[in-house]
């Protein structure tokens, strides 16, 4: 009798044991189902961040290519709810607008530093003087590295000027690129070419030669150096100036 009663006794933890096993077989697999949707959506955030990106470069570039001066109509018409208009504006026809994108959700769960793109759009009297698209990558909390692309959509500008133009500037060094509508088409591809995978790429960029890579690089000396040859930072120096 003792032991059959021994053996009842038992039989229950014994149930038991094969039950929170199953349990913990299907929390397991839960919890995988869960981390692969998870990937999937941060994938999909991605990708479109990218195509985002792409379209706002792609954008800049179209406004610089009409004939004529593209008017706040066209920005808006272009970037919809996007465009946001900055505080302290006289009228909506005399106004900087902007268009922002950035990596907050991929930087939160510390998959890459957080980067942005910010496109500003300088608008005087409805038409759109010139705009400048800056892309901002964190090194670290305490430093950041931008470059800074401007388009000015004057009739007549040619100018394509660089800085940093030489061939030894530091890792930490920030850069600019102004070029007008009238230079070349390939020049303004060129200078437009960010590389929006910095958005994205796992671990981030964090020097010009990796946000603009068109126009910069990155040198064997861990320096920066211009890609594109130059007088002084004068790409192309426009006709009438001295």
Same mark, same amino acid.
């Given at each position: 009798?003792?032991?059959?009663?021994?053996?009842?006794?038992?039989?229950?933890?014994?149930?038991?044991?094969?039950?929170?096993?199953?349990?913990?077989?299907?929390?397991?697999?839960?919890?995988?189902?869960?981390?692969?949707?998870?990937?999937?959506?941060?994938?999909?955030?991605?990708?479109?961040?990218?195509?985002?990106?792409?379209?706002?470069?792609?954008?800049?570039?179209?406004?610089?290519?009409? #004939?004529?001066?593209?008017?706040?109509?066209?920005?808006?018409?272009?970037?919809?709810?996007?465009?946001?208009?900055?505080?302290?504006?006289?009228?909506?026809?005399?106004?900087?607008?902007?268009?922002?994108?950035?990596?907050?959700?991929?930087?939160?769960?510390?998959?890459?530093?957080?980067?942005?793109?910010?496109?500003?759009?300088?608008?005087?009297?409805? *038409?759109?003087?010139?705009?400048?698209?800056?892309?901002?990558?964190?090194?670290?909390?305490?430093?950041?590295?931008?470059?800074?692309?401007?388009?000015?959509?004057?009739?007549?500008? #040619?100018?394509?000027?660089?800085?940093?133009?030489?061939?030894?500037?530091?890792?930490?060094?920030?850069?600019?690129?102004?070029?007008?509508?009238?230079?070349?088409? #390939?020049?303004?591809?060129?200078?437009?070419?960010?590389?929006?995978?910095?958005?994205?790429?796992?671990?981030?960029?964090?020097?010009?030669?990796?946000? *603009?890579?068109?126009?910069? *690089?990155?040198?064997?000396?861990?320096?920066?150096?211009?890609?594109?040859?130059?007088?002084?930072?004068?790409?192309?120096?426009?006709?009438?100036?001295?």
């Amino acid at each position: 009798m003792s032991v059959i009663a021994d053996y009842d006794s038992h039989r229950p933890f014994h149930l038991l044991s094969v039950s929170n096993r199953s349990v913990i077989r299907r929390l397991m697999v839960a919890a995988v189902a869960v981390s692969l949707a998870a990937g999937g959506l941060l994938l999909l955030y991605a990708h479109l961040l990218n195509k985002r990106a792409e379209r706002l470069l792609q954008n800049v570039y179209e406004l610089s290519q009409q #004939q004529s001066l593209p008017s706040l109509a066209d920005v808006r018409q272009r970037f919809g709810k996007e465009l946001k208009q900055v505080d302290g504006c006289r009228s909506d026809s005399d106004c900087t607008y902007t268009v922002l994108l950035s990596n907050r959700v991929l930087a939160a769960v510390r998959i890459t530093r957080y980067t942005e793109i910010k496109s500003y759009f300088w608008v005087m009297h409805g *038409l759109v003087r010139s705009t400048m698209v800056d892309y901002t990558a964190t090194v670290d909390r305490r430093h950041s590295v931008v470059s800074h692309v401007q388009v000015d959509f004057c009739a007549g500008c #040619q100018v394509f000027a660089i800085d940093p133009w030489g061939n030894s500037s530091p890792l930490g060094t920030n850069g600019i690129v102004e070029i007008g509508k009238e230079a070349s088409t #390939q020049n303004i591809r060129m200078a437009l070419a960010l590389d929006t995978r910095c958005m994205t790429k796992l671990g981030g960029c964090e020097t010009v030669a990796d946000l *603009l890579p068109t126009i910069w *690089l990155r040198t064997p000396n861990k320096e920066i150096a211009c890609r594109i040859q130059n007088d002084k930072g004068m790409v192309v120096k426009p006709t009438d100036w001295p």
